[in-house]
T-cell receptor, first 112, second 113 residues
Framework: RKEVEQDPGPFNVPEGATVAFNCTYSNSASQSFFWYRQDCRKEPKLLMS???SGNEDGRFTAQLNRASQYISLLIRDSKLSDSATYLCVVNIYGGSQGNLIFGKGTKLSVKP | NAGVTQTPKFRVLKTGQSMTLLCAQD?????MYWYRQDPGMGLRLIHY???????AKGEVPDGYNVSRLKKQNFLLGLESAAPSQTSVYFC????????????FGPGTRLTVT
């Protein structure tokens, strides 16, 4: 099982749609979790951290399920500007890879 | 604040040539990282540093060397470039690891012919 796995995508949705991305991680020692956004030919940027109780930032909601080793990102009322690749990122305390594991990303394309 | 900057933005090398990529951050971060990103592979960690004068290997360190002589700078060297090193290279920094956001530079697009 790969350390961080994401929905393969791409997701093609109309404006205004609700879309959900899933991510599973294999290491139960994982301590913290993030969603990053990467626009085409740009660097990744933090979208939001994921807290144990779940958290919301405007149209974006992140959930964490430690028992199932699963995190999710929900985007409501999709905008054209949401088109990007979304990276699931997991921090593992004491890991050999500088503690940060990136998923391969899920591409979202929002159409008019 | 400039954040994280990378030099150069683009470079074409011939097989066997050497080069150094420079990363600089002005946020007084302790941790710095070098990643490469290839289509279908996602971001992979090459080397990282948890403080001035210290470096460690990541997932794909072969063919690369790094140095962190100053806290604000992290250099990535390719001693003898190979076509397999054609990639986009991102530098990142964070205050600490674990709970802290990583800030990325704009990337260096390297082509080795």
């Amino acid at each position: 099982r790969k350390e961080v796995e994401q929905d393969p995508g791409p997701f093609n949705v109309p404006e205004g749609a609700t879309v959900a991305f899933n991510c599973t991680y294999s290491n139960s020692a994982s301590q913290s979790f993030f969603w990053y956004r990467q626009d085409c030919r740009k660097e990744p940027k933090l979208l939001m951290s994921v807290y144990s109780s779940g958290n919301e930032d405007g149209r974006f909601t992140a959930q964490l399920n430690r028992a199932s080793q699963y995190i999710s990102l929900l985007i409501r009322d999709s905008k054209l500007s949401d088109s990007a690749t979304y990276l699931c990122v997991v921090n593992i305390y004491g890991g050999s890879q500088g503690n940060l594991i990136f998923g391969k990303g899920t591409k979202l394309s929002v159409k008019p | 604040n400039a954040g994280v900057t990378q030099t150069p933005k683009f470079r074409v090398l011939k097989t066997g040539q050497s080069m150094t990529l420079l990363c600089a951050q002005d946020m007084n971060h302790e941790y710095m990282y070098w990643y490469r990103q290839d289509p279908g592979m996602g971001l992979r960690l090459i080397h990282y540093s948890v403080g001035e004068g210290t470096t460690a290997k990541g997932e794909v360190p072969d063919g690369y060397n790094v140095s962190r002589l100053k806290k604000q700078n992290f250099l990535l060297g390719l001693e003898s470039a190979a076509p397999s090193q054609t990639s986009v290279y991102f530098c990142a920094s964070s205050y600490r690891t674990l709970y802290y956001e990583q800030y990325f530079g704009p990337g260096t697009r390297l082509t080795v012919t």
